[in-house]
């Protein structure tokens, strides 16, 4: 007989990030399923699912409320870096664990939280090694206001001085805002290379509808010759973007083939979180922490994904780092490198081998 093992999912079925928050609840679900129909798994997962609406005050009371009336330690969940801080102290105090599927600004690592999708070495740095010489390294940066833009824009800031580059801009707009006007008069002033964007859900999609429409009028702004490029955008919100993304860059550890097994990297990323749970609480089911962190010391895991790696010092994945372009709804591949290990903290970044001893062109 399985043994029972509850587990917690806490992710938004509303707000501004849906999409995204959709397609990791579904990666997550689709991976419980399979492994309870897996007659060979000797566990079976039950789901103890907490809604918090888009509400970053609710994801700590809610984690708290699956610690506290179900025999769940593990919790998959949380979109922003806003709610995976929030839930951080609860988890420290339950002595629980939380699967974070989403790529995320780095400069984090806490026992109690495994980063399953890319830190800022396996997304941003290789993004912006590939823009600077083909496009030119001066940059404007947008983002939501809040954890993501800001510290992906401070790194960002860092890369561009490395690549030889300027800053020309930057400018955040809060959660949720589509109002997207004042920074599209910016960048036709300062007119830069690329545009980072940081932004999230429908402010990002607003973005890029009315930057489609800047295009049409002034061809310095198509995406051939000043792409948006995006650490966060994947074929998940590609409906909701339509044509208006056609062109334009991302970098994920996932872009969906044709036919694909999974619809994005959010949805791969939290199927995987899954399976290496699965994994090491079918010979342990009561692993906590410390168990966790052993065994991520002594194996690698098997997952729909390939062969993973998590790193027992700062429970980040190894990851592929792949550079897509949107094409007609989907991502055709630019670039590809498998297994990059993670360095979260940048501590082994090198400019001169990312960007190359000489000052990289900069397009006026």
């Avoid at 025999?71 to 664990?97: D, F, N, Q, Y």
């Amino acid at each position: 007989m399985k043994r029972r093992i509850e587990i917690g999912i806490l992710y938004s079925r509303s707000g501004s990030y849906q999409l995204v928050s959709d397609a990791c609840r579904l990666g997550a679900m689709r991976a419980i399923a399979d492994i309870n129909a897996d007659r060979a798994q000797g566990i079976e997962l039950v789901p103890v699912e907490r809604d918090p609406q888009s509400n970053a005050d609710r994801y700590a009371t809610l984690c708290e409320d699956i610690f506290r009336t179900s025999s769940a330690r593990h919790v998959i969940g949380c979109i922003t870096s806003w709610s995976r801080k929030e839930t951080i102290p609860v988890l420290e105090k339950a002595g629980g664990m939380l699967w974070y599927a989403c790529p995320y600004e780095g400069f984090e690592a806490n026992e109690h939280v495994v980063y399953m999708h890319a830190c800022p070495n396996q997304h941003l740095v290789p993004l912006m090694a590939h823009v600077a010489p083909h496009f030119g390294a001066n940059g404007f940066l947008l983002g939501s206001n809040y954890i993501w833009g800001w510290e992906t824009n401070r790194v960002a800031r860092d890369l561009i001085a490395d690549a030889g580059g300027k800053v020309l801009g930057e400018r955040y707009l809060r959660i949720g805002e589509t109002d997207v006007s004042r920074l599209i008069d910016e960048i036709r002033v300062t007119r830069p290379n690329f545009i980072l964007n940081n932004l999230i859900g429908t402010s990002s999609y607003a973005f890029l509808a009315a930057y489609r429409d800047l295009g049409r009028e002034d061809a310095a702004f198509k995406p051939d010759t000043c792409p948006v490029i995006s650490c966060n955008l994947t074929e998940g919100e590609l409906p909701a973007i339509g044509e208006t993304g056609n062109g334009h860059l991302s970098a994920g550890p996932y872009f969906a083939p044709r036919p694909a097994a999974f619809a994005s990297s959010f949805e791969a990323s939290a199927y995987a979180s899954v399976q290496v749970m699965a994994d090491v609480l079918s010979g342990d089911p009561d692993a906590g922490p410390a168990a966790f962190s052993k065994a991520f010391a002594e194996r690698r895991f098997s997952t729909r994904l390939g062969p993973i790696a998590i790193d027992p010092h700062t429970q980040h994945a190894t990851l592929p780092v792949i550079i897509g372009r949107i094409a007609d709804g989907f991502f055709e591949v630019v670039s590809r490198e498998e297994e990059v290990a993670p360095d979260p903290y940048l501590s082994r970044y090198d400019p001169a081998k990312v960007f190359g001893r000489r000052r990289l062109r900069v397009v006026s």
